[in-house]
């Protein structure tokens, strides 16, 4: 993962905005960060914007997978969005784990169910 994922905290949300190109390795990276800003800002929903990837293999999504648990363990609601039609298919023919995905279309759908929820609080 060569550029950053940017981080963005609305209310009790937190949007990581991820880059377009993931590796698990830059994802391992992504997940250290977003677990010390869910313990050391009292988030209460994450939201993972994956409208900028363009590419993602099995691995990448066993290893985002494996994030929302973590972030779910940590007390956080998390969702991924965004995924792109090709991205969907591409999985989908590669037997990708992607029923274990938690996610939604947009950010806006997401934040409307975190607020459902009662994990978006102002």
């Known amino acids: ?9 609305v209310h009790s ?8 190109e ?3 390795q830059g994802i391992g990276a992504l997940r250290d960060a977003l677990l010390e800003r869910i313990a050391s800002q009292r988030v ?5 914007d ?3 990837v363009t590419v993602l293999d099995s691995d990448d999504v066993v290893a985002l997978t494996r994030t929302l648990t973590m972030c779910r363990v940590l007390g956080a609601r998390a969702l991924v969005v965004g ?3 090709a991205v969907v298919h591409a999985l989908v023919l590669l ?9 939604e279309a947009s950010v806006e759908s997401a934040l409307e169910l975190l607020d459902d ?5 102002a």
């Open 83 to 85: 995924l792109s039609p």
């Open 13 to 20: 949300c937190l949007i990581v905005t991820l880059p377009g």
């Open 44 to 48: 209460r929903g994450v939201i993972l």
């Open 22 to 24: 993931l590796d698990v």
């Open 50 to 52: 994956a409208s900028a």
């Open 1 to 9: 993962m060569s550029a950053q994922a940017a981080f963005a905290k």
């Open 95 to 103: 037997d990708a784990p992607i029923a274990a995905l938690d996610a």
């Open 117 to 121: 929820e009662g994990h978006y609080a």
